[in-house]
Every structure is written in structure tokens, then in C-alpha cells.
């Protein structure tokens, strides 16, 4: 006899489970099984932590899924710094569910060509700031 909960095997002549107290059954249930793997894509490689840095951000804003694999990896050893990236671990990878890829790949297209689309321009010191 087994209990359904907690798995505990009984001798022949019990009829309950003395942690769980529910009743025992002759079979042992089948255990759940494991949920199937969420497929993932790769939607953008950078060996620069800045990038990777700005991307997350910008598919959390998006409200989109990410994770980052090797990025704490691009400084083992002071590695990273030099060289662009780590060249034993490859640079770092982010990926998202196989249903948000064409959303994210959008989403960080100038990111993808090493642009951020972000550009500055130069202070001069010497001007005033503009009236706003």
C-alpha cells in the first residue's frame, strides 16, 4: 500500500498514511512529469557588457522575457577586458522565448550593428544652457 502524497510505502493492513492521513492505495501514482522546455532563441551576441546591459533593459521595458547566459563570464580572469570579450567562454548571449523573437530582434536591430541609436552631442562649456 502507498500513500498518494507523500510516496510512503505500508505493510499490508493499513489504510491510511500516518504522516498525511489520507487513505492508501495499492499502486504507487505516476509522478508528475516535467513541463516541456520552453524553446529559446538568441536574438542579439556582444562580447560588450554595455550592450548586453542596454538590451536587457530594453526588452524589460518591452515587457520581454530575457536571460542572459556567459555574462558573468566576460571578466574571468580579467579576460574580458581585453580583446572584446571573453575568448574561451564566446561573447554573451541574450535569448528569449521563440515567441517573442521577431518582437525582440525589432526591438534591438541598432543594437545588433553596434549602434545604440543613442547620440551626443558636444557641451560647450562656454554657452549658457538653453531657456526651457
Known sequence: MFCPVCRA???EGFTRCADCGVELTPVLPAEHP???PIP???VLESPDEAVIVIAK???DGAGIPCLVQNDL???LIGLGRF???N????PATIVVREDDAAAAADLLKDLRS???GITFEPVDMDKSPPEG
Do not use: A, H, V
Not at 575568448?87 to 564566446?90: C, E, K, V
Open 83 to 85: 580583446g572584446g570579450g
Open 57 to 59: 533593459s530594453l526588452l
Open 9 to 11: 510505502e505500508y505493510r
Open 114 to 116: 553596434g549602434m545604440t
Open 87 to 90: 575568448p574561451i567562454t564566446g
Open 40 to 42: 529559446l532563441t538568441t
Open 34 to 36: 516535467l513541463p516541456d
Open 73 to 75: 563570464l566576460q571578466d
